[in-house]
């Protein structure tokens, strides 16, 4: 123990000396080590406060810095996370003799700013993803034995590899990734990392409400057509949602909407309610039932509020023509095949840093690898959809872009339209199965047409003006135990739900397809 504790001083003095001394200030002299570098060697307790301050998830997501190409005599120049002078080129050859022949990617790294210190880098082609670390100032070399079609090799002589950097370096990465996965455990650690993200980098507050934190409602006083807004804080659905808001700027990661049948019984609508065989399916639950799951089974501490429908729209809803549709869609599969494309709308003004879309295309090549059925079922029936084309692969969709002069990021922001029917039927996210509802029951009018509901947030559907907007006509139980006068009604949640710019926004033509959204204002234009 003794020992242990002179190490820990002695590290504790060399950070000291790191940034006290006059040598840590003086330009052109690479210091000795740096201290992030041996954080790690210190008591937990110490490094990781320090660390997890230096970092956090987004850290873990790797930054493209460009693409090693044969074209001319082009090399790749950019500064790493611990060497600052990186150059990259790629050699084409056939050592090994085979159909496609091989390649070999050259970097040379140098300029560290430290002796400890390291690079991780993800290189990546439509058809492979692999890595490697870069701990010596020299040239390294990755070797390519054979591609793996014409196909690819087509694409390296025209793309190049691409190459990411993992910006935080070996041990920042380390320290995101202890970020990230409590994200999504159903843990008071994992609740606390989502509320800790999302006041991080999307400024969410957080404020604790009053007991009880589950409102004594009637329903008697809920109509069809009133929105459901929940947001889930801790288990897989928590670190997912939280995801979700950080791209899209939505509050909320869940909706469901209420109806009322012939006879007057309430009824919960929802696209991603889990069946018995475990699938996420669309599903018509009577109301105590799925508010019965909410209170007492539900291990993801959903928040949920209620928006009630404006009375001039509650009058409009035509709920014969809401049933038909929900009947119709009971069953169906939730809507994964265009969930992420209700979110990426334009070519560089989605992607919060690092992201970007050649990132979004090596993530989904990893996932082909991994799972190609989970990969088919999330992007590339919809992918074909935009390209007009059938069956084919990721790669050969990234390969047919290239073909026809385009890129894979404008391809993502192409938008989605509500009459595509996929392999499985129409594909409605939560949020487009209740706006398609509201569709057929009226709400959108003369517009119904120009708008596609498929590219819809959810923070674009509780901005929409459909909601009450004077609060003398909510129920009286509504926010009645808080000291906080909300414009809904929150009926359940420790914590005081958010929904910036609620109710504000006026249905227009073609709306949402084109709109950014960077965090942490998420700037709308006028008229996206």
């Known amino acids: 123990m003794a020992v242990i504790l002179?190490?820990?001083?002695?590290?504790?003095?060399?950070?000291?000396?790191?940034?006290?001394?006059?040598?840590?200030?003086?330009?052109?002299?690479?210091?000795?080590?740096?201290?992030?570098?041996?954080?790690?060697?210190?008591?937990?307790?110490?490094?990781?406060?320090?660390?997890?301050?230096?970092?956090?998830?987004?850290?873990?997501?790797?930054?493209?810095?460009?693409?090693?190409?044969?074209?001319?005599?082009?090399?790749?120049?950019?500064?790493?996370?611990?060497?600052?002078k990186n150059i990259a080129w790629l050699e084409l050859h056939n050592k090994s003799q085979t159909q496609f022949g091989g390649g070999t990617l050259h970097i040379k790294v140098s300029n560290a700013h430290s002796w400890t210190c390291m690079d991780l880098y993800i290189f990546a082609t439509p058809y492979r993803v692999t890595w490697d670390y870069y701990f010596l100032s020299r040239e390294h070399t990755l070797e390519i034995k054979e591609w793996k079609s014409e196909a690819e090799l087509e694409y390296v002589k025209h793309k190049g590899i691409s190459i990411f950097l993992m910006q935080a370096g070996m041990l920042g990465t380390l320290s995101a990734l202890w970020d990230v996965l409590p994200l999504f455990t159903n843990t008071g650690w994992g609740e606390n990392s989502n509320i800790g993200f999302l006041k991080k980098h999307m400024g969410a507050s957080f404020e604790k409400r009053p007991l009880p934190w589950v409102t004594n409602l009637t329903t008697d006083d809920i109509h069809s057509g009133d929105?459901?807004?929940?947001?889930?804080?801790?288990?897989?659905?928590?670190?997912?949602?939280?995801?979700?808001?950080?791209?899209?700027?939505?509050?909320?990661?869940?909706?469901?909407?209420?109806?009322?049948?012939?006879?007057g019984k309430l009824w919960v609508g929802e696209s991603g309610n889990e069946n018995d065989k475990g699938e996420d399916v669309i599903a018509l639950l009577p109301w105590e039932e799925w508010w019965e799951f909410e209170l007492t089974k539900d291990n993801s501490n959903p928040h949920i509020a209620l928006l009630p429908l404006h009375p001039n729209l509650r009058a409009k809803f035509n709920e014969t023509a809401a049933?038909?549709?929900?009947?119709?869609?009971v069953g169906m599969p939730y809507g994964y095949h265009n969930l992420i494309f209700s979110?990426?709308?334009?070519?560089?003004?989605?992607?919060?840093?690092?992201?970007?879309a050649n990132l979004v295309a090596s993530v989904m090549t990893v996932w082909n690898h991994l799972q190609p059925a989970y990969a088919s079922n999330m992007w590339n029936e919809a992918l074909n959809k935009r390209l007009g084309t059938k069956n084919l692969s990721l790669a050969d969709v990234l390969v047919e872009v290239e073909k026809r002069g385009s890129s894979f990021a404008k391809l993502l922001a192409i938008p989605e339209q509500d009459d595509w029917v996929y392999s499985d039927g129409k594909s409605t996210s939560c949020i487009a199965f209740i706006l398609e509802m509201y569709k057929e029951a009226g709400l959108f009018g003369e517009l119904a047409s120009s708008i596609q509901v498929t590219e819809f947030t959810i923070k674009d559907a509780y901005s929409l003006k459909f909601f009450e907007n004077n609060s003398s006509r909510l129920p009286k139980w509504c926010n009645a135990d808080d000291n906080v006068d909300l414009p809904f009604c929150q009926i359940r949640g420790k914590y005081r739900m958010e929904l910036p710019e609620y109710n504000t926004m006026d249905l227009y033509p073609y709306m949402n397809e084109k709109c950014p959204s960077m965090p942490p204002k998420y700037y709308r234009p006028e008229g996206c």
């Open 323 to 329: 049933w038909e549709y929900a009947k119709s869609m």
């Open 343 to 356: 979110w990426i709308d334009t070519i560089d003004g989605n992607y919060p840093s690092p992201l970007d």
């Open 6 to 84: 002179k190490n820990h001083y002695l590290l504790i003095t060399l950070l000291f000396f790191h940034f006290f001394s006059p040598w840590h200030h003086i330009n052109g002299i690479k210091s000795p080590f740096n201290p992030k570098d041996i954080l790690p060697l210190l008591p937990r307790q110490v490094s990781w406060p320090i660390l997890n301050s230096l970092h956090s998830a987004v850290d873990l997501l790797p930054a493209f810095v460009g693409a090693a190409s044969t074209q001319g005599n082009n090399t790749l120049e950019w500064k790493g996370a611990c060497f600052y």
């Open 227 to 263: 929105f459901l807004a929940i947001s889930k804080i801790r288990g897989r659905w928590g670190g997912f949602e939280t995801l979700e808001k950080w791209v899209s700027g939505a509050y909320a990661g869940h909706s469901a909407v209420c109806l009322r049948d012939a006879e």
